[in-house]
């Protein structure tokens, strides 16, 4: 999941190909769009970058409420999801939660 996230995180989405390119034995060197994401704290989307936990919290915030008429007790209960935002909807089609097309 981290892996399908890495674009909202602040991980180097570039390591997984750099490892194979560079020397083993000496410390890695973060990407050029790792370092950008990291000072504007933006991705390549124009969204806020995250950590894995706070990125967590962030989805965590999306509910779904049980609705019944007051004056009817007995009516039928409603659910209603919340609107998910801009940050949410995208970490749901990278995990494939949410469909990219909006249907």
């Known amino acids: 999941m981290r892996q399908a996230l890495a674009s909202l995180l602040f991980d180097d989405e570039e390591l997984s190909q750099n490892r194979k390119e560079r020397d083993a034995v000496k410390p890695a060197v973060s990407s050029k769009s790792a370092k950008k994401k990291k000072s504007t704290k933006t991705n390549k989307e124009g969204l806020p970058v995250h950590s894995f936990r706070s990125l967590v919290i962030e989805l965590g915030t999306r509910t779904r409420n049980r609705c019944r008429m007051k004056s009817a007790p007995k009516s039928p ?27």
């Open 77 to 103: 209960v409603i659910f209603q999801d919340t609107e998910p935002t801009t940050l949410q909807a995208r970490a749901m089609e990278l995990i494939r939660l949410y469909p990219v097309d909006g249907s």
